[in-house]
C-alpha cells in the first residue's frame, strides 16, 4: 500500500467511528459521497441504451415506491446508514438527498465524459493525419476536448435539483 492509500484508509475508519458513535451529519455525509463516488466509477455501463433502460426502470420503481407507498419515506426517515446526504435546516431538522438521486445521473454524467472523450478521440486523429502527424496526436485530441455533453448534463442534474429544491419549499416539506 502507498502512503496515500494508507491516509485515506486511515481517515475512512475516522468518519466510520465517528457517525457509529455520534450520528453526526458531517460524517454520514462523507461517508455518502465516498460510496457515491465508488459507485459513479465502478459501475461501468456499455451504452446508453442500458442506462435508458436504468432509467425506464427505476422510474416505475418510484412511481409506485415514492407514490403509491411510505416505502421511501420510512426508509429515508427511520433507517440510520449513510444512505443520504443530510443538511440541517434547524434544531435537530435535516432536509436530505437520496444517493440514488445522484448516483443514477452521475452514471449519465459519466457516460457523457466518455462521449466526449470518443468524440475529441476520432476528430483529433482525423485532423493529426490530415496534418501528416504520428507521434503527437495527443495535442490534437486535447484541443477537440469540449465537455459539451459533460457539461449539459451537470447543468440538467443542477436545474433538477433546484426543481426539486423549489417543489420542497413550495410545498412547505423541506
Not at 13 to 27: G, S
Not at 133 to 161: A, P, Q, R
Request: proline share 2%; hydrophobic share 50%.
Amino acid at each position: 500500500m502507498t502512503f496515500l492509500e494508507v491516509a485515506v484508509a486511515l481517515m475512512s475508519v475516522y468518519f466510520v467511528y465517528i457517525y457509529v458513535q455520534t450520528k453526526f451529519w458531517v460524517a454520514n455525509n462523507m461517508i455518502a459521497i465516498c460510496f457515491t463516488i465508488s459507485c459513479i466509477e465502478n459501475w461501468l455501463v456499455g451504452n446508453i441504451k442500458h442506462v435508458a433502460l436504468i432509467f425506464a426502470g427505476l422510474i416505475a420503481y418510484d412511481v409506485y415506491f415514492v407514490f403509491a407507498s411510505d416505502v421511501m419515506m420510512t426508509v429515508a426517515t427511520q433507517v440510520d446508514l449513510p444512505l443520504k446526504l443530510l443538511f440541517p435546516v434547524g434544531t435537530g431538522k435535516y432536509t436530505m438527498i437520496g444517493l440514488g438521486d445522484i448516483v443514477i445521473p452521475g452514471l449519465l454524467a459519466s457516460l457523457c465524459i466518455r462521449a466526449d472523450l470518443i468524440h475529441a478521440f476520432k476528430i483529433g486523429k482525423d485532423k493529426a493525419q490530415k496534418d501528416g502527424v504520428k507521434d503527437d496526436v495527443g495535442t490534437y485530441i486535447e484541443k477537440e476536448m469540449g465537455c459539451y455533453y459533460f457539461n449539459m448534463s451537470l447543468i440538467g442534474f443542477l436545474l433538477g435539483l433546484i426543481c426539486t429544491y423549489a417543489s420542497m419549499v413550495l410545498q412547505q416539506t423541506p
